[in-house]
């Protein structure tokens, strides 16, 4: 058995999305090697090339385009390779096509007994998680998907405007699916231990449900928007990518919400099972522990009907 070299990362899957993984990752400090795959070699060449370039002002490090092989060591696998979202499309939309690619990258994974932890990035993220658990035969907290981690940082940035208040203050999560069925937790949101409502109060804003309904639908709609402006997004999710990876490089054991199999927790039975996202404490070994975080019975129910929402599509596209 290969021993796995905690300083090298593989990514495959050089669109958008992987190579600003790449590029945040490369100025981790973190890595001494990444390896970037994809089924257009020029492509990976290309990046690699284009990434490397600057070096000279970061760490030294190996960035090279690779195959299959150069995985067997690597910390992390990531997975960010899938049919991209288009204007007006849900990301639920790209489930059959993004399957199809898995069912050629997943088993090519799985033959070269890997033990580092999978990474799934590609969307939907909480599908293709699952689905990379049923086709690579890990264990599954060796299979993680970067979930709602983004949708989460968007709730805190939004937050951190709305209240006048630095964002890193805020500890709030987007819970379940990474999608238009997410769920905005607020029974369990905060500023610096203060409940979300009363900190609120003290800057001035009374009308709690009109505000929470807004931000939580712009944290939702966010993708749409910047897809709609700009074609894509992907400098925010490189860095949720890097911010996961730090946390299993360093065995950080920090919270993170994301997405992962779900075996019974918050009254989701696993008899048909699914990944979706909540908090878990994510470390050397992927993920450790779900963190069981109050919420109302309405968020409650939320989440189990995001649960059978998942359910429902991996029945029709995996199982």
């Known amino acids: 058995?290969?021993?796995?070299n905690n300083r090298k990362i593989a990514m495959i899957g050089c669109g958008f999305v992987g190579?600003?993984?790449?590029?945040?990752l490369m100025q981790s400090g973190l890595l001494s090697e990444i390896v970037l795959i994809d089924s257009n070699r020029e492509k990976a060449e290309g990046e690699a090339l284009d990434i490397s370039h600057g070096l000279p002002f970061a760490k030294p490090m190996k960035i090279y385009a690779g195959d299959y092989d150069d995985i067997v060591d690597a910390a992390i696998i990531i997975v960010s390779a899938g049919a991209a979202q288009k204007p007006g499309e849900t990301r639920l939309d790209l489930v059959k096509k993004n399957v199809g690619i898995f069912k050629n990258i997943i088993p090519e994974i799985a033959k070269r007994n890997c033990q580092g932890i999978l990474l799934i990035v590609a969307n939907p993220v909480d599908i293709l998680t699952y689905a990379a658990i049923k086709m690579s035969h890990f264990p599954a907290n060796r299979v993680i998907g970067s979930g709602t981690t983004l949708d989460s940082a968007r709730l805190k940035y939004l937050l951190g405007q709305h209240l006048g208040v630095d964002s890193r203050s805020v500890h709030a999560y987007i819970i379940g699916e990474h999608g238009d069925s997410e769920i905005a937790a607020w029974s369990s949101a905060t500023v610096s231990g203060i409940p979300i409502h009363k900190f609120c109060e003290m800057r001035g804003f009374l009308d709690h449900e009109y505000e929470t309904q807004r931000i939580a639908e712009e944290?939702?709609?966010s993708a749409y928007e910047i897809i709609n402006k700009?074609?894509?997004?992907?400098?925010?999710?490189?860095?949720s990518v890097r911010?996961?990876?730090e946390a299993i490089l360093r065995d950080e054991k920090s919270i993170l919400p994301v997405s992962s199999y779900m075996n019974g927790q918050y009254g989701i039975d696993d008899?048909?099972?699914?990944?979706?996202?909540?908090?878990?404490?994510?470390?050397a070994n992927g993920l450790?522990?779900?963190?069981?975080?109050?919420?109302?019975?309405?968020?409650l129910a939320a989440l189990k009907?995001?649960?059978?929402?998942?359910?429902?599509v991996i029945r029709e596209a995996i199982d």
């Open 1 to 4: 058995m290969v021993k796995v």
């Open 19 to 24: 190579s600003a993984s790449v590029y945040s």
């Open 219 to 221: 944290v939702k709609n």
């Open 230 to 239: 700009k074609g894509a997004t992907y400098y925010g999710i490189g860095m």
């Open 243 to 245: 911010r996961i990876c």
């Open 271 to 283: 008899i048909d099972g699914v990944c979706l996202s909540m908090p878990a404490i994510v470390g």
């Open 288 to 299: 450790d522990t779900l963190v069981p975080i109050s919420l109302s019975e309405e968020e």
């Open 305 to 312: 009907k995001s649960a059978d929402t998942l359910k429902e």
